[in-house]
T-cell receptor, first 111, second 116 residues
Framework: GQQVMQIPQYQHVQEGEDFTTYCNSS?????IQWYKQRPGGHPVFLIQ?????EVKKQKRLTFQFGEAKKNSSLHITATQTTDVGTYFC???????????FGKGTLLTVNP | GAVVSQHPSWVICKSGTSVKIECRSL??????MFWYRQFPKQSLMLMAT?????????EQGVEKDKFLINHASLTLSTLTVTSAHPEDSSFYIC????????????FGNGTRLTVT
């Protein structure tokens, strides 16, 4: 079945440093979504990427979808303490409408 | 818009009892609802997919007789954990999908189940 690998599992940074998390799918995806889950909370939708090579920005966050639509990344510039949480990628493949989640990257930021 | 309400937020029950968790879409009709389980510091694992008016589709390894799912209307799905055991203690989250394939999932706040 479809698998989505996400690295790193944990990332601790100093406030102001950049942060990147990467996702790689075993199969070509129709779209990929990114979610953020704060400690004790539920996942909150951040963005969806659909097109090959797509790049989207939300303030300090930059999302990329690979040309082959099998990998994606989330980059945060100049992290802040409010960025703390677990970031999940989730991919949909072909006609399968189910989302497969990566294991997530837990980001902690030292003020 | 697209609010999903999940109830209860937390529940503590004794081993052997059953617990029902409700998931409601408040301002839209959810053709499909998904139930996930999340262990501490782990990812979301899909348990089952429920479609209104039909039987739920369970993921491999999930016991359908233990985790009963009912999707009686376009705005309500329920998950009943039957004969709960301590190993069932987890964070259960529902999500709703308005359309297949193109829309993001809208998650409920989750239910933290502790079985003593």
């Amino acid at each position: 079945g479809q698998q989505v690998m996400q690295i790193p599992q944990y990332q601790h940074v100093q406030e102001g440093e950049d942060f990147t998390t990467y996702c790689n799918s075993s199969t070509t995806l129709s779209n990929i979504q990114w979610y953020k889950q704060r400690p004790g909370g539920h996942p909150v939708f951040l963005i969806q990427l659909v097109k090959s090579g797509e790049v989207k920005k939300q303030k300090r966050l930059t999302f990329q979808f690979g040309e082959a639509k099998k990998n994606s990344s989330l980059h945060i510039t100049a992290t802040q303490t409010t960025d703390v949480g677990t970031y999940f990628c989730a991919g949909r493949g072909g006609s399968n409408y189910k989302l497969t989640f990566g294991k997530g990257t837990l980001l902690t930021v030292n003020p | 818009g697209a609010v999903v309400s999940q109830h209860p937020s937390w529940v503590i029950c004794k081993s052997g009892t059953s617990v029902k968790i409700e998931c409601r879409s408040l301002d839209f009709q959810a053709t499909t609802m998904f139930w996930y389980r999340q262990f501490p510091k782990q990812s979301l694992m899909l348990m089952a997919t429920s479609n209104e008016g039909s039987k739920a589709t369970y993921e491999q390894g999930v016991e359908k007789d233990k985790f009963l799912i009912n999707h009686a209307s376009l705005t309500l799905s329920t998950l009943t954990v039957t004969s709960a055991h301590p190993e069932d203690s987890s964070f259960y989250i529902c999500s709703a999908d308005i359309t297949h394939g193109d829309s993001p999932l809208h998650f409920g706040n989750g239910t933290r189940l502790t079985v003593t």
